[in-house]
């Protein structure tokens, strides 16, 4: 079956400090990828998305890379802020465009410490 | 454009007993997702439906679980009888397309 594994957290940087947090999967097929974003005390969001091998995601200064050789969507960020705070998850579809239910990793909490 | 709607947003009740939680998705979205978050955990989907017609509901426990969506907008999701492993926060999500978009979420405990 489908599966998506994170780094555990909590994450606790910096402001202006480099952020990489690391998502790996498996699945059938060629699944598009997804990182989501809980802000305290908001729902999930959309942060960025990539439906095919190569394709980079990018969203308010965050971004990652479809690695089909790695099956990987590492999330990172040049520079993080305090407003950054928040737990994100990994996800995946391996519908055509997305539209099937997703498979969420475990989610990594960021604090971002002034 | 209003979100999707979910009521209530908490919900405390004791095992054995029966909940509903109802969701109203973006106007105009025809597929509506329900997904349950287990502390410490991502989102699992529970049952997804496409118009009024289910489309996957292959990991929602049948046994206790039940869900549906008349008229293709509405839809509701019942737990009878809830079990103390059933404590969660219960998600609705609707979509056009490839983005789904998320409601605030039924936090449910279950003592």
């Known amino acids: 079956g489908n599966s998506v594994t994170q780094m555990e957290g909590p994450v606790t940087l910096s402001e202006e400090a480099f952020l990489t947090i690391n998502c790996t999967y498996t699945?059938?097929?060629?699944?598009?990828l997804f990182w989501y974003v809980q802000y305290p005390g908001e729902g999930l969001q959309l942060l960025l998305k990539?439906?095919?091998?190569?394709d980079k995601g990018s969203n308010k200064g965050f971004e990652a890379t479809y690695r089909k050789e790695t099956t990987s969507f590492h999330l990172e960020k040049g520079s993080v802020q305090v407003s950054d705070s928040a737990v994100y998850f990994c996800?995946?579809?391996?519908?055509?465009?997305?539209?099937?239910?997703?498979?969420f990793g475990k989610g990594t909490h960021l604090i971002i410490q002034p | 454009e209003a979100g999707v709607a979910q009521s209530p947003r908490y919900k405390i009740i004791e095992k054995r007993q029966s909940v509903a939680f109802w969701c109203n998705p973006i106007?105009?979205?025809?597929?509506l997702y329900w997904y349950q978050q287990i502390l410490g955990q991502g989102p699992k989907l529970l049952i997804q439906?496409?118009?009024?017609?289910?489309?996957?509901d292959s990991q929602l426990p049948k046994d206790r679980f039940s869900a549906e969506r008349l008229k293709g907008v509405d839809s509701t999701l019942k737990i009878q009888p809830a079990k103390l492993e059933d404590s969660a926060v219960y998600l609705c999500?609707?979509?056009?397309?490839?983005?789904?978009?998320f409601g605030p979420g039924t936090r449910l405990t279950v003592t």
């Open positions: 999500a609707s979509s056009l397309g490839p983005e789904q978009y």
């Open positions: 699945a059938t097929g060629y699944p598009s």
């Open positions: 990539a439906t095919k091998a190569d």
């Open positions: 996800a995946l579809s391996t519908s055509g465009g997305g539209a099937d239910g997703l498979t």
């Open positions: 106007s105009g979205h025809a597929t």
């Open positions: 439906f496409q118009n009024n017609g289910v489309v996957d």
